[in-house]
């Protein structure tokens, strides 16, 4: 464990983002201020059948959080805790919307933590009008042409446009 009295910390916060909804950059900018460095890493290997290619989800993240210097967006394949290593970072970011969240983030972080125990994983909540929201529901409201404003940002919102009309 590094003892250096002043050490610059690198964070990861892993997802999908399929896409980046609001409530992520809720999270992302609560992370961005509390950490010297973070790295928005979208995940290529999901099981997952994702209306967004990988790289388009990147260039969504980086549209969004342009204004933030600390925040980069990069993709990442095989397990995390390779490529938190390989990025020198030492945490791991995760949001909680509900207890619901909690079970599936428990079972990751401390499966993470087997694999590699120098890597800690931090949960953050969203702000609570973001408690409800999802990709997933993001999704089927915008193919049903049902999406409220003010849940995605502009370039996601564009996106979705030209996907679903
Ligand atoms: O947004 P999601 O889908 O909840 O994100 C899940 C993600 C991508 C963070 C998780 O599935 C992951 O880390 N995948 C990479 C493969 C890996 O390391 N699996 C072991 C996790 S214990």
């Given at each position: 464990?590094?003892?250096?009295?002043?050490?610059?910390?690198?964070?990861?916060?892993?997802?999908?983002?399929?896409?980046?909804?609001n409530g992520h950059l809720d999270l992302i900018a609560r992370g961005?201020?509390?950490?010297?460095?973070?790295?928005?890493?979208?995940?290529?290997?999901?099981?997952?059948?994702?209306?967004?290619?990988?790289?388009?989800?990147?260039?969504?993240?980086?549209?969004?959080?342009?204004?933030?210097?600390?925040?980069?967006?990069?993709?990442?394949?095989?397990?995390?805790?390779?490529?938190?290593?390989?990025?020198?970072?030492?945490?791991?970011?995760?949001?909680?919307?509900?207890?619901?969240?909690?079970?599936?983030?428990?079972?990751?972080?401390?499966?993470?933590?087997?694999?590699?125990?120098?890597?800690?994983?931090?949960?953050?909540?969203?702000?609570?009008?973001?408690?409800?929201?999802?990709?997933?529901?993001?999704?089927?409201?915008?193919?049903?042409?049902?999406?409220?404003?003010?849940?995605?940002?502009?370039?996601?919102?564009?996106?979705?446009?030209?996907?679903?009309?």
């Amino acid at each position: 464990m590094s003892t250096d009295k002043y050490k610059s910390v690198t964070a990861i916060y892993p997802g999908s983002f399929d896409p980046v909804t609001n409530g992520h950059l809720d999270l992302i900018a609560r992370g961005a201020m509390i950490f010297d460095r973070l790295i928005v890493a979208v995940a290529q290997n999901m099981d997952k059948d994702p209306l967004f290619a990988p790289a388009e989800r990147v260039e969504m993240i980086e549209a969004a959080t342009f204004d933030w210097k600390n925040v980069e967006a990069d993709l990442f394949e095989g397990l995390l805790m390779d490529f938190a290593r390989t990025r020198g970072a030492s945490v791991i970011l995760r949001g909680i919307r509900a207890v619901s969240d909690y079970e599936y983030e428990l079972q990751m972080a401390m499966m993470n933590r087997k694999i590699e125990p120098q890597i800690e994983t931090v949960f953050m909540l969203p702000g609570e009008a973001y408690s409800y929201l999802s990709s997933r529901l993001v999704k089927e409201l915008a193919r049903f042409k049902g999406l409220p404003k003010g849940l995605v940002p502009p370039v996601v919102e564009e996106r979705l446009r030209a996907k679903f009309g």
